[in-house]
């Protein structure tokens, strides 16, 4: 896939061999839309990042200087994905960090995907992955580097015409997300649910925006841990990323679901975020 | 820190921006010994390198490639550090692999470390870490690129001179390995015990190799799950890999241990690799 590449600001082909992102999965990210020559829900982005910088020890660059070096690479796109990766820099080959390590800014830009529009429409097909998320409370919630579980769940299936998206559980059973999303259920008396990440998982900037419109609502809404056996008694379930916005789940193996008003609201609410 | 880095052979500065290992921790690596110019236990890296592959799925590079690779990286240093990282290769900005991916070969060599000849002559002093090792029987023994656990947890201390090594535990308290190292008890009752790695953990080479020696020379040993209270009241401890060999551990926070002749031996040992 062809992607265009700044390093620090500067057009690169790539990060130098002893990047600590390479060698240990140590770094940050954020994956921002692009429509209509915006960046969606950047505020909320650089604040995720910055979090996730400040857990693990990463010197937090500038907002203004990443405001600017996302500008630059949106460039003139109507739609566009940028991919924001912040690392501890360059290192030796064991796992001490360098004192003065001052990290390293890496965007990518990638073509719009091309998913099909029923997708979105018509609603999506998940599977229930064998591979597990790991529960660690100190890397819980925070979008690093080290995906190599999600790479191998994605890996499980194929054919994205059947599948769509695969849920991932903890060790214990509990719901924990998507491969590339977080999950909601709109539950039968009325509450609006989607799991805790207090011990695993990725809290995505798209979740946090919903949780707020379904705040601002008067939806009730609780957020702890889920069995899959909740999840599927479910009503409504739907899954969201700042790309995709909101996707409804008709199935999820053999259970099927409809792409209820509850779903739609919220789809509507991923539309409208700027 | 200076390192010499060859993808797929040529010699680079860095990797594409778009790879798989610097967006998503997923590879495999070995971390090799060149001792009066040859790559020590070389064979044993190559199998360890070949079923990390097979459990990634990373199509598996040729042996003759690697070690013609490997040769050209040590060129003709006396004593160096190479680090070989084998990667899915160029991707897009989600979790999905290519079908048609090659893979990349990276190589990078640093120079020999400067470990004060005191901590393998008089031993090291060792902290219990807070950061855990996460449990994921999928993951488990693959030396894979994912390491944001080991850099959290090494960066727990700072003074290298008051402690030299942190050895971590999986969330139920067992006992898995060091940062960087695989550990071993001498217990009380005569048997030489070192942590099972099913469910989560390293599985080094120099490991591997010294449960051969010790198989060799009928040394009854013990690979099964290890509390903390059992390694504690162990008579020595060790900790071992490529690049140290045996280092003897004098210390586990207040709790003292002596250099002793079982230690002795898998120093020897370890130095004999060939």
């Keep these: 896939m062809s ?3 700044w390093i620090n600001g500067e057009p690169r082909d790539g990060l130098p061999g002893p990047d600590h992102a390479l060698h240990h999965g140590y770094g940050v990210f954020e994956t921002l839309a692009v429509q209509q020559g915006r960046i969606v ?6 604040e995720c990042l910055a979090q996730g910088c400040e857990h693990l020890k990463i010197p937090r660059p500038a907002r203004e200087v990443l405001r600017k070096e ?4 949106a460039g003139d796109e109507n739609r566009a994905v940028l991919k924001l990766v912040i690392t501890l820099g360059v290192h030796g080959w064991d796992y001490r960090r360098d004192a003065d390590s001052r990290g390293t800014r890496l965007i990518s830009r ?4 091309d998913y099909p529009a029923r997708w979105q429409e018509h609603g999506i097909r998940v599977r229930i992955c064998d591979t597990h998320v790991s529960r660690n409370p100190r890397l819980a919630g925070i979008k690093h580097l080290s995906r190599i579980e999600q790479i191998l769940a994605r890996s499980e299936w194929n054919d994205a015409d059947d599948i ?3 849920l991932m559980l903890d060790e214990e059973g ?4 998507g491969t590339m999303t977080n999950v909601f259920a709109w539950l039968s008396h009325g509450v609006l649910a989607t799991p805790a990440l207090h011990h695993a998982g990725v809290a995505g900037v798209m979740r946090r925006y919903l ?3 379904a705040d601002r609502a008067g939806i009730q809404l609780r957020v702890a841990s889920m069995s899959l056996a909740e999840l599927m008694q479910a009503e409504e379930i739907f899954v969201c990323n700042s790309i995709i916005g909101v996707w409804p789940v008709i199935a999820i193996g053999h259970w099927k679901y409809a792409v209820g008003p509850m779903t739609r609201q919220f789809m509507n609410w991923a539309a409208q975020a700027q």
């Design 3 to 5: 992607a265009n590449c």
């Design 41 to 46: 829900l950047e505020d909320y982005h650089l």
């Design 70 to 73: 996302l500008a630059t690479a």
């Design 110 to 113: 990638y073509p719009w995907p």
């Design 164 to 166: 769509q998206e695969g």
């Design 174 to 177: 509990s719901v924990i997300e």
């Design 211 to 213: 949780m707020e419109c």
